[in-house]
């Protein structure tokens, strides 16, 4: 694990590649790094997260500035900005229900080619996807998510990069960090090694390849 500055960072980040965000309605999502992606303007990106947020808040800041060519998501429902540009033709919007999508970053953390769940079976979830039948039950085959980069936001990290959460900020982060390519986590607090307790640590230190560095 190296730290790195946070404009060093985003730099690192080509354009239209896919990053993975953390967060819930903004809580937990690492609001520096989106903001410098806004500034140096890192555009043609795919986003897999929770959700866009809202304007002005977290992912939707991205949103705002168009810098998205496409998200998969479980809702867009509380950014009105994210709908206009779907409508628009301007945004590709993927929504995969919650759960599914959660298991499907999951599965492809742990090398894991995809995950049968039987949620959206008689839906219009299911268009274009494969079926497969266990003892009499159908499943859709949906495979495992991936992405170049992971975004996430700790709220306390050691000088090794171990990672901790706090209450439901901890959301779909360390499932990310275990989904991409390269990890990139920014902490609240940055401590000593032996500050953050063995059993306390939610994502080991190997896992994550950035931290951004303090002032």
């Not at 919007?93 to 499907?104: I, K, N, S, W």
């Not at 995950?115 to 085959?141: F, Q």
């Not at 050691?158 to 706090?166: E, H, Q, S």
Request: net charge negative; no cysteine.
């Amino acid at each position: 694990m190296k730290t790195i500055k946070l404009q060093d960072a985003v730099a690192m980040i080509p354009a239209g590649a896919t990053l993975m965000v953390g967060g819930f309605m903004g809580v937990g999502t690492p609001e520096p790094l989106v903001d410098e992606l806004v500034r140096q303007q890192r555009g043609d990106l795919t986003v897999i997260a929770n959700d866009t947020a809202a304007p002005g808040i977290g992912i939707g800041k991205l949103i705002t500035a168009k810098l998205l060519r496409r998200v998969i998501v479980s809702h867009i429902g509380l950014n009105p900005e994210t709908q206009q540009q779907m409508l628009a033709g301007e945004l590709q919007v993927d929504l995969v229900p919650q759960g599914t999508l959660a298991e499907r970053i999951r599965a492809g953390g742990y090398g894991l080619g995809g995950i049968l769940t039987a949620t959206g079976i008689g839906t219009v979830v299911e268009e274009g996807k494969r079926k497969i039948d266990v003892d009499g039950r159908s499943y859709l085959l949906e495979p495992a998510l991936r992405a170049d980069y992971a975004l996430v936001h700790a709220f306390i990290a050691d000088y090794l990069g171990n990672l901790a959460y706090a209450l439901t900020a901890r959301n779909f982060n360390p499932l990310m960090a275990m989904a991409a390519d390269t990890v990139v986590a920014q902490a609240e607090n940055i401590v000593p090694i032996g500050v953050v307790a063995p059993d306390h640590v939610m994502t080991p230190a190997p896992v994550v390849d950035y931290l951004i560095a303090k002032g």
